[in-house]
Each structure stands twice: as C-alpha cells, then as structure tokens.
C-alpha cells in the first residue's frame, strides 16, 4: 500500500520561500509511470493544482504560479520536494502532495494526509 | 484554463435518497473527467475516473456518467458515511482543474 506523507515548516514568514516535502513509502517512487503531484487547499476552498514531477524530473507547473514553484526528485529518498518563493498570506493553505497515474488516463489515486502552511511574520 | 463548475454547491438530502450532481466543463473534455469525496480535515479520495469508472474498493451506489462538456455524479441511495464535499476534476488539459465543490449534508 503506498502511503505519502508531507513535512515542512507550518509557519513561513511572507516573502520567503515555502518548502515541502513529500516522502513516498509501501512503493518505489521510480516504478511504473506515476507523476508525483502538489495540489493546495485554502481553508474553506477548493482544491488547485500547483505542479507535478515525474521520476526523470521532467515537470510541469501551474502557469499561475510557474514564476515562483520549483518541484524536485530524490529517488534516492524516495521523496519529492516542492518550493514557493516570495509567499504572501494568500499561498496560505493546506498542501497535499499526490500520486498522479498519469498516461491515457489520470487520477490522484493516493494522498498525503496534508500539511498547513500559514503565511504570516 | 478550463472552467468547471459544479451545482449544486450545496445540498441536503435524507438517509437512502437518490442523490445527483452535476459538473458542466467550458470545453470539450471527453471523458477525462475523475470526482472525489473529501471529508473534513482528511485529504480527497478518489471515486470514479474517466467519468464513469469506479475506483477500486469504492461503494458500487456510487457512479458517475457523461462526456464532452456535462457530467453526472450520482449517489444512489445515501448513507450517513457519506457526507462529505465532493470535486470533479479535469485532466484533459494542464493545468488540472477542479470544481468548487458540492456540500452534502444529511436532511
């Protein structure tokens, strides 16, 4: 059973970078052809995507947010890590990280529990 | 991006009714389409994909239907376990979109 689970700071002063990480156990993050995603939540909000990585670190970002997200692979950890710089109050959030199956057919079939992030000094 | 929007945002129903929601996409998604229950404080979990698919493991009174641009998710006899907030999501073009969501509650 794969199981993911994020870490990272709960609290990131505004205009500082905002750094997750994800580390994937129950399977390996380099088998089969999965993206590794991040997707965000505001409290009381809907869900938006912010970017996903597959395991030869080809990515792709939400074009909201290209300017300022970098998402990166350890398959040596079997992780994946995600950065936000220049945060402000409103990337306040909880952050999921997920699996994508990718391919002819998508879905986030797997979930971290989430973490959140609160922008504020 | 692509627009989806679901209705309604809320709704309140009883214990064994049939219940419908609906996910309208700005543009032709095919059926690349999956819906998901999230209760609160607990991530999303994924019920049906390509639009009608049921997930493994998933109550077969959940099912959904429809392609192009109208989408169909129906519950059909309601369960206490079964409140939640429940999201379509499109994955036909990037960035991936969901919708805002739809409120169940039990009547």
């Known amino acids: 059973q794969v199981q993911l689970q994020e870490s990272g700071p709960g609290l990131v002063k505004p205009s500082q970078t905002l750094s997750l990480t994800c580390t994937v156990s129950g399977g390996s993050i380099s088998s089969g052809s999965y993206y590794w995603s991040w997707i965000r939540q505001p409290a009381g909000k809907g869900l938006e995507w912010i970017g996903r990585i597959y395991t030869s670190g080809s990515t792709n970002y939400n074009p909201s947010l290209k300017s300022r997200v970098t998402i990166s692979v350890d398959t040596s950890k079997n992780q994946f890590s995600l950065k936000l710089s220049s945060v402000t109050a409103a990337d306040t959030a909880v952050y999921y990280c997920?699996?994508?199956?990718?391919?002819?057919?998508?879905?986030?079939?797997?979930w971290g529990q989430g973490t959140l992030v609160t922008v504020s000094s | 991006d692509i627009q989806m929007t679901q209705s309604p945002s809320s709704l309140s129903a009883s214990v064994g009714d049939r219940v419908t929601i609906t996910c309208q996409a700005s543009?032709?998604?095919?059926?690349?389409l999956n819906w998901y229950q999230q209760k609160p404080g607990k991530a999303p979990k994924l019920l049906i994909y390509?639009?009608?698919n049921l997930e493994t493991g998933v109550p077969s009174r959940f099912s959904g239907s429809g392609s192009g641009t109208d989408f169909t998710f129906t519950i059909s006899s309601l369960q206490p376990e079964d409140i939640a907030t429940y999201y379509c999501?499109?994955?036909?073009?990037?960035?991936?979109?969901f919708g805002q969501g739809t409120k169940l509650e039990i009547k």
């Open positions: 999501q499109q994955y036909d073009n990037l960035p991936p979109t």
């Open positions: 997920a699996r994508d199956t990718a391919g002819y057919s998508s879905s986030y079939d797997y």
């Open positions: 390509d639009a009608s």
């Open positions: 543009q032709d998604i095919s059926n690349y």
